[in-house]
C-alpha cells in the first residue's frame, strides 16, 4: 500500500505524522517527496548508504542541419525553444524533457543530452529503507526528481510519501500514485482554506482521503463541520502540546516524545486499511 501525506499548505504537521507514522508500522517504507526542502531525515536520522543523479534530456541543435524552419518551435508546448536569424535559442529552465522536438524535426537536427537536476539519496533508518529527493538550487524541474524517487518504491512495503506542501504539480506527481492521502491541517480558518483545496485536487485525481486535525484544541470547529459535510473521516485530533513542540525544536519525532502515539498511529493505519477495502468495494 503506498500512503501519502499531504497538506494544503507548510507548518501544518505534514512531516511529523508521516516519519512517525513510517516508524509506527511494521514493513514500511519512508519516502520524502518534498524534494525542494526534505527535512525528514532530520527526525529519522537515516544512515545513507547509496547516491544517484537525476537527470533529464534536453535538446541540442547541429547548426550544420537546422533550416531554422521553426517546426520544433510550433512543437515544443513550454515555449522553451525560439528561432531567431541563423539561430535556435533555449531556455533550458523552461524545457520538461519531452523529445517531441528531437522525434519531429524534419532534418534530425536536435540531439538530446543529459542535464543533472538533483539527486537521490538511499539508505535505512534501522532496517527500514529510506529515500529521499534534493533537487539541485535554481532547477525549476521538480517533478522528475519525484518521479525517480517514487520508483524506489519497494512493493512488499508499506510507503509512507512526505508529500510537498500546497496543490502544485509536486504535490500532484506525489499523491497520485498512492492509494490513500493523509490530509494534516489545523482548526484554523487558513488552515480550512488551504485544506478545500487539497481535497480538491485529491478529488479530481480520484485518491481517497482522510484528514488528520493537529493543534485540534487551537481554533475552531470549521474543519470538523466540513468534514463531516463532505463526508471525509476525520482519522485522527491531536491536541496542541508544549512537548512537542520542544521535542520538534530537538529533532525528535511525535512517538519519541509522546510514545502512546505509536499505537494511536497504528490504528489510523488500520482505519485507512478500511477505507481503501471499502472504495475498493464501491468501485467494483
Given at each position: 500500500?503506498?500512503?501519502?501525506?499531504?497538506?494544503?499548505?507548510?507548518?501544518?504537521?505534514?512531516?511529523?505524522?508521516?516519519?512517525?507514522?513510517?516508524?509506527?508500522?511494521?514493513?514500511?517504507?519512508?519516502?520524502?517527496?518534498?524534494?525542494?526542502?526534505?527535512n525528514g531525515h532530520l527526525f529519522l536520522k537515516p544512515r545513507l548508504e547509496q547516491r544517484q543523479s537525476v537527470?533529464?534530456?534536453?535538446?541540442?541543435?547541429?547548426?550544420?542541419?537546422?533550416?531554422?524552419?521553426?517546426?520544433?518551435?510550433?512543437?515544443?508546448?513550454?515555449?522553451?525553444?525560439?528561432?531567431?536569424?541563423?539561430?535556435?535559442?533555449?531556455?533550458?529552465?523552461?524545457?520538461?524533457?519531452?523529445?517531441?522536438?528531437?522525434?519531429?524535426?524534419?532534418?534530425?537536427?536536435?540531439?538530446?543530452?543529459?542535464?543533472?537536476?538533483?539527486?537521490?539519496?538511499?539508505?535505512?533508518?534501522?532496517?527500514?529503507?529510506?529515500?529521499?529527493?534534493?533537487?539541485?538550487?535554481?532547477?525549476?524541474?521538480?517533478?522528475?526528481?519525484?518521479?525517480?524517487?517514487?520508483?524506489?518504491?519497494?512493493?512488499?512495503?508499506?510507503?509512507?510519501?512526505?508529500?510537498?506542501?500546497?496543490?502544485?504539480?509536486?504535490?500532484?506527481?506525489?499523491?497520485?500514485?498512492?492509494?490513500?492521502?493523509?490530509?494534516?491541517?489545523?482548526?484554523?480558518?487558513?488552515?480550512?482554506?488551504?485544506?478545500?483545496?487539497?481535497?480538491d485536487m485529491l478529488e479530481d485525481l480520484h485518491v481517497e482521503h482522510g484528514v488528520i486535525i493537529n493543534k485540534?484544541?487551537?481554533?475552531?470547529?470549521?474543519?470538523?463541520?466540513?468534514?463531516?459535510?463532505?463526508?471525509?473521516?476525520?482519522?485522527?485530533?491531536?491536541?496542541?502540546?508544549?512537548?512537542?513542540?520542544?521535542?520538534?525544536?530537538?529533532?525528535?519525532?511525535?512517538?519519541?516524545?509522546?510514545?502512546?502515539?505509536?499505537?494511536?498511529?497504528?490504528?489510523?493505519?488500520?482505519?485507512?486499511?478500511?477505507?481503501?477495502?471499502?472504495?475498493?468495494?464501491?468501485?467494483?
Amino acid at each position: 500500500m503506498i500512503i501519502s501525506v499531504a497538506s494544503g499548505k507548510g507548518g501544518t504537521g505534514k512531516t511529523t505524522i508521516s516519519t512517525s507514522l513510517a516508524l509506527s508500522l511494521e514493513n514500511s517504507q519512508y519516502l520524502d517527496c518534498d524534494v525542494e526542502e526534505p527535512n525528514g531525515h532530520l527526525f529519522l536520522k537515516p544512515r545513507l548508504e547509496q547516491r544517484q543523479s537525476v537527470f533529464i534530456k534536453l535538446p541540442e541543435i547541429d547548426e550544420n542541419k537546422c533550416t531554422y524552419c521553426g517546426n520544433c518551435v510550433d512543437i515544443c508546448q513550454f515555449n522553451a525553444l525560439v528561432v531567431v536569424p541563423n539561430k535556435v535559442l533555449l531556455f533550458d529552465q523552461l524545457c520538461h524533457g519531452c523529445g517531441a522536438c528531437s522525434i519531429l524535426c524534419p532534418e534530425q537536427a536536435i540531439r538530446e543530452v543529459d542535464k543533472e537536476i538533483g539527486i537521490l539519496e538511499m539508505g535505512h533508518v534501522v532496517e527500514m529503507p529510506f529515500a529521499h529527493g534534493i533537487v539541485n538550487i535554481g532547477e525549476s524541474m521538480v517533478t522528475p526528481v519525484i518521479r525517480e524517487l517514487i520508483e524506489q518504491i519497494e512493493s512488499d512495503r508499506t510507503a509512507i510519501l512526505d508529500a510537498p506542501p500546497g496543490t502544485n504539480c509536486p504535490v500532484v506527481e506525489t499523491v497520485q500514485s498512492s492509494d490513500y492521502c493523509i490530509l494534516v491541517t489545523e482548526a484554523t480558518p487558513f488552515g480550512l482554506n488551504d485544506l478545500k483545496l487539497a481535497v480538491d485536487m485529491l478529488e479530481d485525481l480520484h485518491v481517497e482521503h482522510g484528514v488528520i486535525i493537529n493543534k485540534s484544541d487551537l481554533g475552531t470547529d470549521l474543519v470538523e463541520r466540513y468534514c463531516e459535510e463532505k463526508n471525509i473521516p476525520v482519522l485522527l485530533q491531536i491536541p496542541f502540546s508544549r512537548d512537542v513542540a520542544v521535542g520538534y525544536s530537538k529533532g525528535e519525532m511525535l512517538i519519541e516524545t509522546k510514545p502512546e502515539y505509536k499505537i494511536i498511529l497504528q490504528r489510523v493505519f488500520e482505519r485507512i486499511k478500511e477505507e481503501v477495502h471499502a472504495g475498493a468495494v464501491r468501485a467494483f
